[in-house]
């Protein structure tokens, strides 16, 4: 039956039918996604605070310039991104390593890997209390794991930065590793069966196959894994509250407490947007070095 003869009776097209569920999901999307993005963009140029009850006065890029000239902001930026390095390289170490030991036939290979992905299922914040409680000098398993007695961590300016960042490998070290097993699983076994007959060692085997081979699926993991480590929140957050001091302020915590304790909701819209651009910027260099691995 053609859709003239549907309509004829009184009936609904497919076309109509499609704009009836597309239409609403549609505008629901760009009410709760897309008009906020834009509606924070203006405000980013504003001077505003939501409790003030006065409207949004247009002061240009003053926020931004503010922003840019606070060494308070460029110091959160530094801890973020030694964050982003040290929990970013741990989780590819580990994560790259445990894939290495998995992908080989080992009796229940299956159970052992379902256990490992746990960690990277829990929510955030029971990471975080957990940890919390482990690094506790008083009853945490860590210090005596570790013979060093009353040893303080999160309340240490010196290591409470790493101790999150463990915190963050235990977790996210699984999404490395299977993405690496997928990569491994995909490599064909006539070149690991060629480097045999010729001979070639293990770490030259490791060195020009597997690493080579891998590396894509490698690099997309960093990719995700640097953009999560500068907008992590709710682990620094839980386990610190951006201190002791300043030590673990990363910039999400320094935009948080810029957008709601201090409620300068115009500068803390700005910084947000200045996050994004470093975000993007440092996602599309990634992005950059994976297309040249996918031509070699």
Same mark, same amino acid.
């Given at each position: 039956?053609?859709?003239?003869?549907?309509?004829?009776?009184?009936?609904?097209?497919?076309?109509?039918?499609?704009?009836?569920?597309?239409?609403?999901?549609?505008?629901?999307?760009?009410?709760?996604?897309?008009?906020?993005?834009?509606?924070?963009?203006?405000?980013?140029?504003?001077?505003?605070?939501?409790?003030?009850?006065?409207?949004?006065?247009?002061?240009?890029?003053?926020?931004?310039?503010?922003?840019?000239?606070?060494?308070?902001?460029?110091?959160?930026?530094?801890?973020?991104?030694?964050?982003?390095?040290?929990?970013?390289?741990?989780?590819?170490?580990?994560?790259?390593?445990?894939?290495?030991?998995?992908?080989?036939?080992?009796?229940?290979?299956?159970?052992?890997?379902?256990?490992?992905?746990?960690?990277?299922?829990?929510?955030?914040?029971?990471?975080?209390?957990?940890?919390?409680?482990?690094?506790?000098?008083?009853?945490? +398993? +860590?210090?005596?794991?570790?013979?060093?007695?009353?040893?303080?961590?999160?309340?240490?300016?010196?290591?409470?930065?790493?101790?999150?960042?463990?915190?963050?490998?235990?977790?996210?070290?699984?999404?490395?590793?299977?993405?690496?097993?997928?990569?491994?699983?995909?490599?064909?076994?006539?070149?690991?069966?060629?480097?045999?007959?010729?001979?070639?060692?293990?770490?030259?085997?490791?060195?020009?196959?597997?690493?080579?081979?891998?590396?894509?699926?490698?690099?997309?993991?960093?990719?995700?894994?640097?953009?999560?480590?500068?907008?992590?929140?709710?682990?620094?957050?839980?386990?610190?509250?951006?201190?002791?001091?300043?030590?673990?302020?990363?910039?999400? +915590?320094?935009?948080?407490?810029?957008?709601?304790?201090?409620?300068?909701?115009?500068?803390?819209?700005?910084?947000?947007?200045?996050?994004?651009?470093?975000?993007?910027?440092?996602?599309?260099?990634?992005?950059?070095?994976?297309?040249?691995?996918?031509?070699?």
């Amino acid at each position: 039956m053609t859709t003239n003869a549907v309509m004829a009776r009184g009936g609904l097209s497919d076309l109509s039918i499609r704009n009836f569920f597309i239409i609403p999901t549609l505008v629901f999307l760009i009410l709760i996604n897309i008009f906020p993005l834009f509606y924070s963009l203006i405000l980013s140029f504003a001077d505003y605070s939501a409790i003030s009850g006065k409207p949004p006065i247009w002061i240009g890029i003053r926020n931004y310039r503010e922003l840019l000239n606070d060494p308070h902001v460029w110091n959160s930026f530094y801890i973020t991104l030694k964050y982003a390095i040290i929990s970013v390289f741990g989780q590819l170490v580990v994560g790259f390593g445990i894939a290495l030991l998995l992908n080989r036939k080992i009796p229940g290979k299956g159970v052992i890997t379902t256990l490992l992905l746990l960690p990277m299922m829990m929510s955030m914040a029971i990471v975080g209390l957990f940890w919390k409680l482990l690094y506790s000098p008083s009853w945490g +398993i +860590i210090n005596y794991l570790l013979g060093l007695g009353k040893f303080v961590w999160i309340s240490n300016a010196d290591v409470a930065l790493l101790a999150i960042a463990i915190t963050d490998i235990w977790m996210w070290s699984p999404f490395v590793m299977l993405l690496s097993l997928a990569g491994l699983s995909a490599i064909p076994q006539h070149l690991y069966e060629a480097a045999s007959i010729d001979r070639a060692s293990r770490w030259f085997t490791f060195r020009r196959i597997t690493l080579p081979l891998v590396s894509p699926l490698l690099l997309i993991a960093v990719i995700f894994r640097t953009m999560e480590a500068f907008k992590t929140f709710d682990l620094a957050y839980i386990m610190t509250g951006g201190g002791p001091g300043t030590a673990t302020e990363l910039i999400s +915590i320094k935009l948080y407490n810029m957008a709601f304790p201090q409620w300068q909701t115009g500068k803390s819209a700005a910084l947000a947007y200045i996050v994004l651009i470093v975000i993007i910027g440092v996602s599309n260099i990634y992005i950059k070095y994976l297309n040249q691995a996918k031509e070699r």
